[in-house]
């Protein structure tokens, strides 16, 4: 089973700033299989990105993934007040298919 | 294309409950589906996956057992029958479509349900 180690835990930025999350994978995975994820409160998680760096429909440009091997990153640009949420990374592996990071919280400072 | 879960509630120790989800607005049958959940204030953890035909099927180990997952694609529903439920099932449990993009290389969940709160208590 792949791990994946997101950090930092929370993240305290303000709106306008940019913020670079990471996810770290315990063992080389292809970014055909790395997934980012938006959890705002109350609410379901909605996907950002897929194979590591692609732009899910609907996702402003503001938002980027990149990495590959064991490092992946979110980051996301001139931060709006609705980007405030929990992040996460994901994994499709053989077992169990889906794993996920513990997610990021990037919190208003 | 919309994902919406019913059939959460409050359930003692070693209870049963059965969730459903219902698809709609995409070919259902043609799509592999999860379910995925959420304890409160924790991380997402993938319990369960379905193949488009129902078979085969896969668990997470904590549930493995305990939980089982089937479709009736005629109603375009997915189904999570949790049997023995103990309090750390309490959760927010989602149903999620399999989708591969990159032409089918990608393998991601979209979209999700709004979820359904399973809670364990006595």
């Known amino acids: 089973e792949t791990v994946l180690t997101q950090s930092p835990g929370t993240l305290s930025l303000s709106p306008g700033e940019s913020a670079t999350l990471s996810c770290r994978a315990s063992?080389?995975?292809?970014?055909?299989?790395l997934a980012w994820y938006q959890q705002k409160p109350g609410q379901a998680p909605r996907l950002l990105i897929y194979?590591?760096?692609t732009r899910a429909s609907g996702i402003p440009d503001r938002f980027g993934g990149s990495g590959s091997g064991t490092d992946f990153t979110l980051t996301i640009s001139r931060l709006e007040p609705e980007d405030f949420a929990v992040y996460y990374c994901?994994?499709?592996?053989?077992?169990?298919?889906?794993?996920f990071g513990q997610g990021t919280k990037l919190e208003i400072k | 294309v919309q994902l919406v879960e019913s059939g959460g509630g409050l359930v003692q120790p070693g209870g049963s409950l059965r969730l459903s989800c219902v698809a709609s607005?995409?070919?259902?049958?043609?799509?592999?589906m999860n379910w995925v959940r959420q304890a409160p204030g924790k991380g997402l953890e993938w319990v369960s996956y379905?193949?488009?035909?129902?078979?085969?099927?896969y668990y997470a180990d904590s549930v493995r057992g305990r939980f089982t997952i089937s479709r009736d694609n005629a109603k375009n529903s997915l189904y999570l029958q949790m049997n023995s439920l103990r309090a750390e099932d309490t959760a927010v449990y989602y149903c999620?479509?399999?989708?591969?993009?990159?032409?089918?290389?990608?393998?991601?969940?979209?979209?999700w349900g709004q979820g359904t709160l399973v809670t364990v208590s006595s």
């Open positions: 999620a479509r399999r989708v591969g993009y990159c032409g089918g290389d990608c393998d991601t969940l979209d979209p």
């Open positions: 607005g995409f070919p259902f049958k043609s799509y592999i």
């Open positions: 379905i193949s488009s035909g129902g078979s085969p099927t």
């Open positions: 063992q080389s995975v292809s970014g055909f299989y």
């Open positions: 194979g590591a760096s």
């Open positions: 994901q994994h499709y592996g053989v077992s169990p298919p889906y794993t």
